[in-house]
């Protein structure tokens, strides 16, 4: 079971990047998703996620109304769209997958959970 992350970058302020996440190895069409980043030195932070059934969405105040996440269950993908970035969203964003949306905003010891690789992406001022 893998979940692989991709199209992180350097990119200037006020520019945009959208990331992906497929999975492969079993479906996740019916489990919640999220992104997660993580600086080095810091805690990892909940970014922004989407549940199952009925995609509701959450977000981190530090990104809400700049960040999209949604979701392609047919092609077993997740994606977001970041816009208006700032330095501090220099990270390493990465997707994860679990039974629902409020277990992954609030258990960071889940053992049902599957996380990608990370996606570097880089905020010049």
């Known amino acids: 079971v893998q979940l692989q992350a991709s199209g992180g970058g350097l990119v200037q302020a006020g520019g945009s990047l959208r990331l992906s996440c497929v999975a492969s190895?079993?479906?996740?069409?019916?489990?919640?998703k999220a992104w997660f980043r993580q600086v080095p030195g810091k805690e990892r932070e909940f970014v922004a996620g989407?549940?199952?059934?009925?995609?509701?969405?959450y977000y981190a105040d530090s990104v809400r109304g700049r960040f999209s996440i949604s979701r392609d269950d047919a092609d077993n993908k997740v994606y977001l769209q970041m816009t208006n970035l700032k330095p501090e969203d220099t990270a390493v964003y990465l997707c994860?997958?679990?039974?629902?949306?409020?277990?992954?905003?609030?258990?960071?010891?889940?053992?049902?959970?599957?996380w990608g690789q990370g996606t570097e992406v880089t905020v010049s001022s």
């Open positions: 989407v549940g199952w059934p009925g995609a509701s969405t």
């Open positions: 190895g079993r479906t996740f069409s019916n489990w919640a």
């Open positions: 994860a997958a679990d039974h629902d949306l409020r277990t992954l905003r609030e258990d960071s010891t889940s053992r049902s959970r599957y």
